[in-house]
């Protein structure tokens, strides 16, 4: 029989299986745990995250994290400690969510601009046209300001969220807004202008 069922270790309260998890570093005790509290730690994610599978992962996420943050606090009272964690993690999991539809819908708000893809929209005109409309936005974007330029190129052409972008730049979080919303002002206005001029030839 599996030491895992042996009544020995399944009849150790919380508080001995972290310590014989921590001192022997043996993932037997953190699967004992495991055992014990998934279904609360599953019906907790479903709450949050309104999707069985998503919670799923979540659950695997947080008995993975908890092979080391168990041994990083000391815990007195784990099942309220594990409830916290798990919220915790739905939360973070939340906001990753949020965050990518918010940057999905202003993709989708600004698809007259850009293409998912990060080159230049307009999908329906003529090759020349679109060429043309490349070079456009190619000399816009050189008169951006370095930190418009740089914000832009990271969140339309290179995909990153916002949280991204100011991890990558050091720039904080209203600056990356400023910078994305001022530079796609500013964009439009020289490819108006770079039109006007064309039209004007």
Request: with cysteine; charged share 30%.
């Amino acid at each position: 029989m599996s030491m895992l069922y042996k009544s020995e270790y399944n009849d150790l309260n919380d508080n001995e299986l972290i310590n014989r998890y921590c001192t022997e570093n043996n993932n037997l005790f953190l699967g004992i745990l495991f055992k014990r509290y998934s279904h609360l730690v599953l019906g907790l994610c479903i709450k949050y995250l309104k999707n069985e599978d998503e919670a799923q992962d979540i659950v695997m996420q947080i008995f993975e994290k908890l092979t080391s943050d168990l041994k990083k606090h000391k815990i007195e009272f784990f099942k309220s400690w594990l409830y916290t964690y798990s919220k915790n993690m739905c939360l973070m999991e939340l906001r990753k969510k949020q965050s990518k539809l918010k940057k999905d819908i202003e993709l989708q708000d600004n698809k007259d601009l850009f293409m998912d893809s990060g080159e230049v929209l307009h999908l329906n005109t003529e090759h020349e046209e679109k060429e043309s409309t490349i070079t456009k936005l190619e000399t816009a974007l050189n008169d951006l300001s370095k930190e418009q330029k740089q914000c832009i190129i990271l969140f339309y052409y290179k995909n990153k969220s916002y949280n991204e972008i100011v991890e990558i730049t050091g720039f904080n979080a209203n600056e990356v807004k400023s910078y994305i919303q001022n530079g796609k002002r500013n964009l439009k206005l020289k490819i108006t202008e770079l039109q006007n001029d064309q039209k004007a030839e």
